[in-house]
Structure formats: C-alpha cells, structure tokens
C-alpha cells in the first residue's frame, strides 16, 4: 500500500519507466519482424532466372533470420499476375514481389493493367543485373549470328517470348531493330515450352536468361548465337556478345529487383533494404550469381526507383520508335 501510494505521486515518472521498458524490452512476438513466413511471390514458372534467384535470396533470408521465407509462383501474363498480388497484400512486409523489366513496362504494352507499377509497389533494391542468350535450335541449320540474320532476311521466321515486357521479349525486339530484321513474336506462357518449342524448330529463336538458357547449349540441343550484354558473361567465356557477333553497339541486360506493397511501413523497408543489401554483398553471394550469369548491384531503395525511370524511358522510346502500341 505504502508502495502504490508513492507511485501514485509521481504518474508522470511512472508512465515514462514503462514506456521506456516497453522499448528496451518488446515482450510479443508481434513486436518484432520478421515474426512469420515471409512470401517472395514471382510472376513466372519454376526454373526461370527471376525464380531462381528468388529462392537463392529465400534461402539465405531464412537462414538469417531463422525464419521460415518461401516462394512463391503466380505465372502468367508477363508477370503481371504475381505483381498484382502483391500490390494488394497486405503491407506488412510479409509478402514481396521479385520481378523483372516486364513489371514496369506492363503500361506500355497492355492497355488494362490494374495495377501502378510506379505507385502501387515500393522498390527495395535492385538485386541483379543479367544478360540474356539469344538461343537457335540444332536443327534450324544456324551456326551463328549473321547466318541467323541473313536467314531472317530470307523470310518469315518467329521467335518465342515469355510474354510481352519480358527480358526475352524486348532484348529481341532491340536486337531485330538493330539488326534490320523482321521476326514475328510468339507469346508463351510457359519459358520451359518455349524452350522446347524453339529445340524443335517450331520457332526459330529465344532469348531466355542465361541460367536458363546455358544449360540446353553445353548439353549441345541448342546454338549460342550471343549474350545480350556488353561484355561477355563468365560462365560463358567462350559465347561473344551480340556486339561482336555482328550488331555492334547492341547492349541490353535483365534486371530483376524485390518489391513491397507500396504503404508498407518505412521501419520494414528499411530493415529488408539492410538486410538484403547485407546478404547481397557477401562474396560467397557473388559467386553464385555470377555463375547465374548475373551481376549484383544492390542498390538503395531511392537509387533503384531512379534507374526504374531511367530504363522505363530507354524502352518506351524504343517502342515508339517500332510502333508497338498497348493491347
């Protein structure tokens, strides 16, 4: 009673040892993130370049956190219906996106996106950089580039993308405006079909990410015609770049970057910026990606929205430019 009564004139004091407890110490599991499963949600099929670094990213999250993270797979429509998703999740930082150039160019190539890449998403960090392979089939009868050019200017020939907006999409597009050439699009849903599809001579070229497209080369099913970047990837010394094949000046790479809802606390988006910048930058990372065929960058969250804008920019005037127009 004694006690109660001289706390009891001083509330102020009181009040402030509590809140300053409450601080110092959290007591709920809820006070503290990540305190569940955290979802990487990605818009394409399992074994893409885009999946495969969600679950390389996945993996060492949950080993840091000693945290359950997954992945997650929502394919179709070029990305969009995994971006959508997690543009309407919940914000509380459980649930990201990791995507690729195909999110931000979705208003360029479709008509009804219901989303806002640039408002609806809060970027996070720029994972990686990577170049595509530009991929015939055996039995197309191509040994390289300017054979393939010169086949092109024959006659009709097709190539198969992952849908519009994607890497495989646009990297082609650059490569037949510089190159003088006319091939028609075919839009796969799945890139694994597209892959076979393209084996087989159904279509006559693919530009799949180069984890996912090296594999069918040194297994000798498929021809190397180049790497879309602009200099030649380490786990692929021995295939040139597009510029030295025969289209000089051409450079283009994949990005692929993690994602929030965009009204997720600030507190949360800078924790995962810290600790994915964290796990980015260890060397044993780097190796991986490398061997991916990718470049880290890890850029900050304010950097990441600027080179958005920057590589939106560079596309849209190239789609200008061809007349490719909103569907």
């Known amino acids: 009673m004694r006690l109660r009564h001289r706390f009891n ?40 370049t885009s999946d495969v670094f969600a679950r390389i990213i996945a993996n060492r999250l949950g080993e840091k956190w000693n945290q359950s993270v997954i992945v997650e797979n929502r394919e179709g ?31 360029l190539l479709r008509s009804k996106v219901p989303f806002d890449p640039f408002k609806d998403l809060a970027p996070i960090i720029q994972v990686a950089q990577t170049p595509n392979i530009l991929l015939v089939g ?3 009868g191509v040994a390289n580039l300017k054979e393939y050019i010169a086949l092109a200017k024959k006659g009709q020939l097709q190539y198969a993308s ?3 907006g994607t890497p495989s999409h646009i990297t082609v597009e650059l490569f037949k405006s510089m190159a003088g050439i006319k091939v028609e699009e075919i839009p796969y849903k799945s890139s694994a079909q ?8 159904q279509v006559s070229l693919n530009a799949p990410g180069l984890s996912q497209g090296l594999p069918h080369v040194k297994s000798g099913r498929m021809v190397a015609l180049g790497i879309t970047g602009s200099k030649r990837a380490p786990g692929a010394p021995d295939v040139p770049t597009l510029a030295e094949a025969g289209v000089p000046g051409y450079e283009a790479y994949g990005w692929h970057g ?16 810290r600790e994915l910048t964290e796990i980015l930058t260890a060397p044993e990372m780097r190796e991986t990606f490398a061997a991916q065929g990718a470049e880290i960058v890890a850029s900050k969250p304010a950097d990441f929205a600027a080179f958005l804008r920057t590589d939106f920019a560079k596309w849209e005037k190239l789609f200008k430019d061809l007349g490719i127009k909103p569907e």
């Open 77 to 107: 429509a070029a990305g969009a219906i995994g971006s959508d998703a997690v543009a309407k999740a919940n914000p509380d930082g459980y649930t990201l996106l990791l995507n690729s150039n195909a999110l931000t160019l979705l208003p």
């Open 194 to 201: 597209a892959l076979t599809d393209t084996m087989s001579g």
């Open 9 to 48: 004139r001083f509330p102020g004091f009181v009040a402030a040892f509590i809140a300053a407890f409450a601080v110092a110490f959290p007591v709920t599991a809820q006070d503290k993130y990540p305190s569940k499963t955290v979802r990487i949600i990605v818009g394409y099929s399992a074994g893409t």
């Open 258 to 273: 993690i994602f929030a809802p965009a009204a997720t606390p600030p507190e949360v988006l800078a924790f995962l910026s």
């Open 162 to 164: 992952s849908g519009r």
């Open 138 to 140: 055996k039995e197309l």
